[in-house]
């Protein structure tokens, strides 16, 4: 049963840098496609953006200024940078497994989440 | 267009059928997935590709789709099905993941 746990600082003060990890276990982080999702509280999700393990990105274009995802194979992890953070980045940070299936059409999911952490921005 | 929308809020008798939908067109090229969220849980697939549930979603839970919509249908909706309810798709890059709005369902 593959898991996936994240951590950080759970408090983030405006224009610093909100840097969250998400480690994954009961599977290895060199197939699929490992994604960040937040949500402001009360509001919908938002995809932030993904990373797959040789290190390719693809990031939401409304925070690609400010986000990096990297990857770290040798510790099943990946992880989060967003930078010059604002009150409206409070939200809970979720990590996700994104399965991609090639077909006549191809299927895209998430179907393992971690349970989310809530982050804080404020001074 | 990279939106997809959704109703904000649906209501449902007890042991009644309801379907909830997802507008966008990207749903023309790409099917749509159904994800479940209770109040703070993180989401749960549901529903993926044409209509498959993942192990222990109940068979209650269906999905279809025509032309630039999809929908989400609970055939006998159970008080434990009340939750938020998203779809989730590709835009039609492929590179970027779009999230419908999200639909409250309430259970009466």
């Known amino acids: 049963q593959v898991q996936l746990q994240e951590s950080g600082p759970r408090l983030v003060k405006p224009s610093e840098t909100l840097s969250l990890s998400c480690t994954v276990s009961g599977g290895s982080i060199s197939s699929h496609y490992w994604t960040w999702i937040r949500q402001p509280p009360e509001k919908g999700l938002e995809w932030i953006g993904n990373?797959?393990?040789?290190?390719?990105?693809n990031y939401n274009p409304d925070l690609k200024s400010r986000v990096t995802i990297s990857v770290d194979t040798s510790k099943n992890q990946f992880s989060l940078n967003l930078r010059s953070v604002t009150a409206a980045d409070t939200a809970v940070y979720y990590c996700?497994?994104?399965?991609?299936?090639?077909?006549?059409?191809?299927?895209?999911?998430?179907?393992?989440w971690g349970q989310g952490t809530l982050v804080t921005v404020s001074s | 267009s990279s939106e997809l929308t959704q109703d904000p809020a649906v209501s449902v008798a007890l042991g009644q059928t309801v379907r909830i939908t997802c507008q966008g067109d990207?749903?023309?090229?790409?099917?749509a997935t159904w994800y479940q969220q209770k109040p703070g849980q993180a989401p749960v697939l549901v529903i993926y590709g044409k209509n498959n549930r993942p192990s222990g979603i109940p068979d209650r839970f269906s999905g279809s789709s025509s032309g630039n919509t999809a929908s989400l249908t609970i055939t006998g909706a159970q008080a434990e099905d009340e939750a938020d309810y998203y779809c989730?798709?590709?835009?039609?890059?492929?590179?970027?993941?779009?999230f419908g709005g999200g639909t409250k369902l309430t259970v009466l």
């Open positions: 989730h798709s590709r835009d039609s890059s492929a590179n970027h993941v779009l």
């Open positions: 990373i797959y393990y040789d290190g390719s990105t």
């Open positions: 990207s749903l023309r090229s790409y099917y």
């Open positions: 996700a497994r994104e399965v991609r299936l090639r077909g006549v059409i191809d299927l895209y999911y998430f179907d393992y």
